[in-house]
């Protein structure tokens, strides 16, 4: 059984439906980001970045347990583990990990400043909040012209769409109105839709309603305890 050390943000939302859609036995370890959990000795030594998710899988290379850190490293370890949603090919593989790695260096990192400066950042800073809305917006176009001529960002289910996904759940948040991206919503709907992605997101879904951090949370999280040496 896979040890999953998780938060439901949307890094650990897409482990959580990776696991789900390939039946894999999982356990949850909840990762309090809120509380610190990310910086305790024994969670450094399986993640030395001090984020979430990670995952240990007791049979990994050899047999022998493996601990993989980084969400987008994890999609790619339980899909060629269980020969699911990242096609063997070249031409269809490598269009998977192109979309996959648009979410990692793009879609998180940009979304994210959105979601922080429009609503977590302790001052209203009108510069970020129209440079990251801005950018957001500029993705959401990039997949909407993607999704005008396929199903699914690299064309069948993959890895891909299961990365991008939960960090459209808050466009919101964002300043992004999904109805005007036709075919964004189409494929959010989609996927949204489907069984095991639902079971996905309701992983510690009772930590994730919404409510102000605390200054003692923020600074666990934006403060200085995150740039601390270790």
Do not use: C
């Amino acid at each position: 059984m896979i040890d999953l050390y998780t938060w439901p943000t949307p890094n650990g939302h897409k482990i959580h439906i990776m696991l789900e859609e390939t039946g894999l036995p999982y356990r949850v370890i909840p990762v309090n980001i809120r509380e610190g959990d990310q910086f305790k000795p024994n969670y450094l030594k399986i993640n030395p970045n001090n984020k979430m998710p990670t995952i240990v899988d007791p049979d990994g290379p050899g047999g022998k347990p493996f601990p993989v850190f980084e969400s987008g490293a994890i999609l790619i370890y339980l899909a060629e583990k269980t020969g699911r949603f990242l096609p063997a090919e070249p031409i269809p593989r490598y269009t998977v990990l192109q979309w996959l790695f648009f979410q990692v260096a793009h879609i998180g990192p940009m979304l994210g400043q959105a979601h922080h400066f429009r609503g977590a950042a302790p001052e209203k800073i009108p510069y970020a909040i129209d440079r990251y809305t801005n950018e957001a917006n500029r993705l959401y176009g990039v997949l909407d012209r993607r999704l005008k001529d396929v199903a699914y960002v690299a064309g069948e289910y993959s890895i891909a769409d299961i990365a991008i996904f939960p960090w459209l759940r808050s466009h919101v948040n964002q300043g992004v109105d999904l109805a005007a991206y036709a075919n964004v919503k189409r494929w959010f709907d989609a996927i949204n839709a489907r069984p095991a992605v639902q079971r996905g997101v309701q992983v510690l879904a009772e930590h994730a309603k919404p409510r102000q951090i605390t200054e003692k949370e923020r600074e666990i999280m934006y403060g200085s305890q995150q740039y601390g040496r270790r």
